[in-house]
């Protein structure tokens, strides 16, 4: 099981007193990215203020990611049109998975909110199969609940 006490705490830090959104989302994405060897994909995706079905890709660590994803498609878009988080143990095995790169083998993807309002999802991809559970989960809503504030 992953331990997040760190990096939350260095995430806190981080962000303390820094009030610009895409500093903060790139701060996140960077320390998530950091500090687990098997987070090979770990960044946002946001809705596109100007086709508001529609996420945009953020700030990342990565290989490239496709740059759009319409609400209800693949894991991202599914999150964000159920405003929940979504787990894949095996990426091969959900229909409609948008394969940005073939090294990935799972995948969690959390919603950001600001207030009521969903801001994006935080998307992390993983080289392994089934490493993601409830305790990333937990871990990865709070820190996500961070980025708003
Ligand atoms: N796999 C994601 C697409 C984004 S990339 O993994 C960076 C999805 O199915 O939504």
Known sequence: MRDYTDVEMQICGVL?????????????ACLLSQAFEDFY????????????????VGPYQGTL?????????????????????????????FAGHIACDAASESEIVVPVFDGETLI???????TRKDTFG??????????TGLIAA
């Open 41 to 56: 994909w770990t960044g946002f995706y946001l809705v596109d203020p100007e086709k508001p079905d529609e996420l945009v």
């Open 120 to 126: 994006g999802v935080l998307d992390v991809d993983s």
């Open 16 to 28: 303390e007193g820094e009030p610009n959104r895409t500093a903060r989302l790139a701060t996140v």
């Open 134 to 143: 409830k305790a990333d989960q937990v871990a990865l809503e709070r820190i």
């Open 65 to 93: 990611g496709c740059l759009r994803i319409p609400f209800g498609e693949g894991v991202c878009g599914a999150a964000a049109a159920q405003r929940r988080t979504v787990v894949v143990a095996d990426v091969h095995a």
